[in-house]
């Protein structure tokens, strides 16, 4: 069966350090790849995705970026962190069509100081 | 644009009670699938029903099933004999065929009380 990692589960930072979260996905192969934000009490903004490896599309400008250096390896990434970089960080996959269901990781809780 | 909206913030049943969670959304497209995700206070995002738009028959998963509305845009969310564990914040999105985009709604938070 299919699963999906994500680490760390809780990250506290300071404005301006860099930031690396990682989400690998066993179990399949050629996976869709998603990075979602979610404020508190609120739905979900989609960041990044990727189709395949190195393909990266952006949804939202801000000062994160995306890699999916492997076919299931996908990476949030940071060089200065901002205030407005708090929150809860959610990595997802798919297979097959954009309709197939997303199944999500645990989610990682960024706090910035 | 296309957009969700749940305009329920909050709601909370007895256990054993049936509930409906309300959800509208705003596409001038005509091929798209919805979907109803819950999370709970753990806070990982759990898929809970997935609806094709050019079906007519509402989809149902055990205690959990919809009724969907297309020309109302219109897609509620209804649990049976609802359980302590069924308290979480409900999600309601769509995305259309040829679109990576899952659009969210704001979530309800339903609360099932002993």
């Known amino acids: 069966s299919q699963t999906i990692h994500q680490w760390p589960a809780t990250l506290v930072q300071p404005v301006g350090s860099p930031l690396s979260l990682e989400c690998t996905v066993e179990?399949?192969?050629?996976?869709?790849l998603y990075w979602y934000r979610q404020a508190a009490g609120r739905g979900l903004q989609l960041l990044f995705y990727s189709v395949g490896i190195g393909q990266i599309s952006s949804e939202v400008p801000q000062n994160l970026s995306a890699s999916r250096p492997q076919d299931r390896q996908f990476i949030l990434s940071s060089k200065k962190l901002l205030l407005s970089d708090s929150g809860f960080y959610l990595c997802a996959w798919s297979v097959g069509t954009p309709n197939r269901p997303q199944h999500f990781g645990d989610g990682t809780r960024l706090s910035i100081l | 644009a296309q957009t969700v909206t749940q305009s329920q913030p909050e709601m909370s049943v007895q256990e054993a009670e049936t509930v409906t969670l309300s959800c509208t959304y705003d596409?001038?497209?005509?091929?798209?699938?919805l979907f109803w995700y819950k999370q709970p206070p753990s806070r990982q995002m759990i898929l809970v029903i997935r609806?094709?738009?050019?079906k007519q028959q509402n989809a149902t998963e055990n205690r959990f099933s919809v009724n969907f509305q297309k020309a109302a845009k219109s897609f509620s969310l209804k649990i049976s004999d609802s359980q302590l564990g069924d308290t979480a914040m409900y999600f309601c999105?769509?995305?259309?065929?040829?679109?990576?985009?899952?659009?969210w709604g704001a979530g309800t938070k339903l609360i099932i009380k002993p």
């Open positions: 999105a769509f995305i259309l065929d040829s679109n990576y985009q899952l659009i």
């Open positions: 179990g399949t192969s050629n996976p869709n």
């Open positions: 609806q094709e738009a050019y």
């Open positions: 596409t001038s497209e005509n091929n798209y699938y």
